[in-house]
């Protein structure tokens, strides 16, 4: 049984968020609905893949490595002039 919630939000979101349910051919109030639902929802364990169990170990990285740090020195290098 659906009950009727009442919200105060700024307007500008409120606008946007129409816009979007809109676009996704869907009306603001199950747009918010699901949202709400996954935010509740408990955690699911996600299935991981045979394809992800083979590949799981493959690379052995030194334990200080930073993958933020790499992935910056990799887009430096590609996009320097």
Known sequence: ???KLTLKLNQTI???AKEYAKKKNTSL?????AYLG???EPEQEKEITPL???LSGVINLPKNYNEKDAY????L?????
Do not use: F, G
């Not at 290098?77 to 002039?81: G, L």
């Open 72 to 75: 910056k020195k990799h887009l």
């Open 52 to 54: 992800v169990k083979s």
């Open 38 to 40: 996954m935010l509740v």
């Open 29 to 33: 109030s199950k747009l918010i609905e």
């Open 1 to 3: 049984m659906d009950n």
């Open 77 to 81: 290098n590609k996009y320097k002039k």
């Open 14 to 16: 409120i606008e946007q």
